[in-house]
């Protein structure tokens, strides 16, 4: 195993073929409206990254059903996940949340899926969540929009919060044991390879479940989409993704599920690295395969890994340390 891949989760978690169907209900989100800020992220286009949804337009349940007669069909799929994808999908009344996340859990729906922004994830809505898991038997899945752990690209891009935040509300969603997926851009153009090894440490120290990694791509309309029109930005190539991938997961605790490898850019896009998901996958694994790296290789840093690493190195060949004692 090169990387821990969603499906085959899924499949041992739920016994059989689980499918993600996209939800569009909430509108809006806290850097938008003016609770955070005015204008949302500078990358982040006109439908909250809810391009891909073609029903999102229609009352949830319908959403579901919808979604759910095409995923039998097309992938022979059984049971299901409501995913509310766009915008920020913890982000209103309490009422409003509890009937919405209620109104998309239909026969065979195993899980709610919800992506949200880390500070909009509050003690009240995670024990909403936990209640409607408990009284409808549904997992709950918690998506944090992290995308870098360099503040200064945080600020740079108008993120609205800080890695502080991610990290308070990937705690209290451990606290009540929902599984907590973090979303990561990992090309920004001013963040390093280190930046992406240490969102890498950072994940696993925080012991999230899952992972989308994300690469940029730019649309007509957006702060960043014309920044790049202006020559203003420089966005790296796919080998620089590629390499930044590699990195990141070899860094990866390997029990985290990559449930995203790459973006999947929209029609319209004026910039994206040119990479489709099967050509990602198969560019990623040819280098980790060539650098003899797979996910977690390099995960080594934890429970004192300095202090671990010293006693080992005062070991001789034959597993027998310093002070005469045999290793394990």
């Not at 979604?67 to 913890?90: E, V």
Request: net charge neutral; with cysteine; hydrophobic share 35%.
């Amino acid at each position: 195993m090169i990387y821990r891949e969603l499906a085959p989760y899924l499949k041992e978690k739920y016994g059989t073929r689980v499918q993600r169907i996209s939800i569009s209900h909430f509108r809006t989100c806290p850097n938008r409206d003016g609770t955070v800020g005015f204008g949302g992220c500078t990358f982040c286009e006109e439908t909250g990254s809810g391009f891909a949804n073609r029903f999102r337009n229609l009352e949830v349940k319908t959403q579901m059903t919808e979604g759910m007669k095409i995923a039998r069909g097309k992938y022979k799929a059984t049971k299901f996940m409501a995913y509310f994808q766009s915008f920020t999908n913890t982000y209103g009344p309490i009422e409003e949340l509890e009937r919405v996340y209620n109104e998309a859990i239909i026969d065979d729906v195993v899980a709610l899926d919800i992506s949200t922004r880390p500070d909009a994830f509050s003690e009240e809505i995670a024990q909403l969540l936990k209640e409607i898991s408990f009284r409808r038997k549904v997992d709950i899945f918690v998506e944090f929009g992290l995308e870098s752990v360099n503040e200064n690209t945080l600020v740079a891009i108008n993120r609205g919060h800080s890695v502080g935040e991610f990290i308070d509300s990937v705690l209290r969603a451990n606290k009540y044991e929902f599984e907590t997926v973090a979303h990561v851009i990992l090309d920004f153009p001013s963040d390093t390879i280190n930046d992406e090894i240490a969102c890498a440490k950072i994940l696993s120290a925080l012991k999230v479940n899952g992972v989308k990694m994300h690469s940029l791509y730019l649309i007509a309309g957006t702060k960043m989409g014309q920044d790049y029109i202006e020559g203003k930005i420089k966005p790296l190539d796919s080998k620089s993704y590629i390499d930044r991938a590699v990195a990141f997961l070899s860094h990866l605790d390997p029990q985290i599920v990559i449930h995203r490898i790459i973006s999947t850019p929209p029609e319209n896009a004026i910039y994206s690295i040119g990479l489709s998901s099967a050509q990602a996958k198969n560019s990623i694994e040819a280098e980790m395969i060539k650098n003899s790296k797979f996910q977690g290789s390099d995960f080594n840093y934890l429970d004192g890994g300095s202090w671990r690493k010293k006693f080992f190195e005062r070991s001789n060949s034959n597993g027998i340390r310093s002070d005469g004692q045999r290793i394990g």
